[in-house]
T-cell receptor, first 117, second 113 residues
Framework: ETGVTQSPTHLIKTRGQQVTLRCSSQ?????VSWYQQALGQGPQFIFQ???????GRGNFPPRFSGLQFPNYSSELNVNALELDDSALYLC????????????????FGDGTRLSIL | AQSVTQLDSQVPVFEEAPVELRCNYS??????LFWYVQYPNQGLQLLLK??????LVKGINGFEAEFNKSQTSFHLRKPSVHISDTAEYFC???????????FGTGTRLTIIP
């Protein structure tokens, strides 16, 4: 069983640029969530995708957007990068029957560390 | 909205001593509660969770936690720690089952040989 994989592991960008982060969900999982973890902080929920549709969003501006593909892999896109976007971005996948509250465990990847200069 | 407070940012403990990491939450509705561990340069690993039923929950690596609704707490305990327990520990809540988690700021557990 392949776990959650994220790419790249590290990335350096400058202010104003755009970035795309990728996540391959665990085999059999249909739901992907993205979290931002700033240095010294707990992860913050960005959004969730269930069967290719956004299924809930945290308190993040529209320049944070996402996609989920038919194979349930996902992308996180961030436009107009700001210094405060420097963080570890975590992807988590799970299996949901309906997109509603789930008793199935969520599995996290090791994250992409994004540095903004 | 939900919130989580982990009052202790760092906890040093001697090897083989007991440890308790504190977590308090706030929510106007019923929540599910979790403890995750994060080792350096890695993602999060679920230690244990409380969804319903018995308020004493046992997890992996010898950890356990007790849900106290009246005190809105979910403290994590281990009777005897090991060097390998050195990591960052996060308490989290959700009203969405296992997902859309709200995390605390974390507690760094350092084991002293």
């Amino acid at each position: 069983e392949t776990g959650v994989t994220q790419s790249p592991t590290h990335l350096i960008k400058t202010r104003g640029q755009q970035v795309t982060l990728r996540c391959s969900s665990q085999s059999g999982h249909n739901t992907v969530s993205w979290y931002q973890q700033a240095l010294g902080q707990g992860p913050q929920f960005i959004f969730q995708y269930y069967r290719e549709e956004e299924n809930g969003r945290g308190n993040f501006p529209p320049r944070f957007s996402g996609l989920q593909f038919p194979n349930y892999s996902s992308e996180l896109n961030v436009n107009a990068l700001e210094l405060d976007d420097s963080a570890l971005y975590l992807c988590a996948s799970s299996l949901s029957a309906t997109g509603g509250p789930s008793n199935q465990p969520q599995h996290f990847g090791d994250g992409t560390r994004l540095s903004i200069l | 909205a939900q919130s989580v407070t982990q009052l202790d940012s760092q906890v040093p403990v001697f090897e083989e001593a007991p440890v308790e990491l504190r977590c308090n939450y706030s929510s106007s509705v019923s929540v599910y509660l979790f403890w995750y561990v994060q080792y350096p340069n890695q993602g999060l690993q679920l230690l244990l969770k409380y969804l319903s039923g018995s308020t004493l929950v046992k997890g992996i690596n010898g950890f356990e936690a007790e849900f106290n609704k009246s005190q809105t707490s979910f403290h994590l305990r281990k009777p005897s720690v090991h060097i390998s327990d050195t990591a960052e520990y996060f308490c989290a809540v959700s009203i969405f089952g296992n997902e859309k988690l709200t995390f605390g700021t974390g507690t760094r557990l350092t084991i002293i040989p």
